[in-house]
């Protein structure tokens, strides 16, 4: 187990939103659809807004229900923040699973740092950035089955 601060672990948050604003910029210059292109700029917009939020939190900017960013939390980082580097050859729809997974841990990530928080804005807030990832996990899986099982003529 690894024994971090709750300021670590908001560092590593933020961290975690940059790196995902690169790789979905990146991302969105290798794809050819337009439909997709949009999708990852919309993510990196959302994901830059993840960012402030933890910023205002790390800087004293959210009070009620948030924790000592001293406090030591005795907390498994490591498993929601492990993430493959992304392949010059990577196919479409292995470019979309990609983007999921990472959009999964950072919903397990958000989910479990909120249930270290005390009911109260702070809480909600976390919770409510889970459920935004998640709702990127969801976009991003649907731009997958398109690509992967794409529709024929025959239907």
Known sequence: MTSLTTADVL??????????QRL?????TRVQLPAAEYAFSLLVRA????????ERYLSGGLADGALDIRRTIDYRV????DQPEA??????PDI????????KKSHDFYTAFA???????????LEKLA???LGHKQKVESMYTEVAFPQTDGG
């Open 11 to 20: 560092k590593r948050g933020i961290e975690r939103e940059i790196e995902s």
């Open 115 to 125: 249930a270290l928080h005390e009911e109260g804005k702070t809480k909600q807030l």
């Open 47 to 54: 994901e830059e807004e993840h960012q402030r939020i933890l």
């Open 131 to 133: 459920s935004e990832e």
């Open 78 to 81: 490591a498993e929601h923040l």
């Open 96 to 103: 979309f699973l990609l983007a999921a997974n990472r959009e």
């Open 24 to 28: 979905y910029k990146e991302l969105g």
């Open 87 to 92: 392949g010059s050859n990577m196919q479409l």
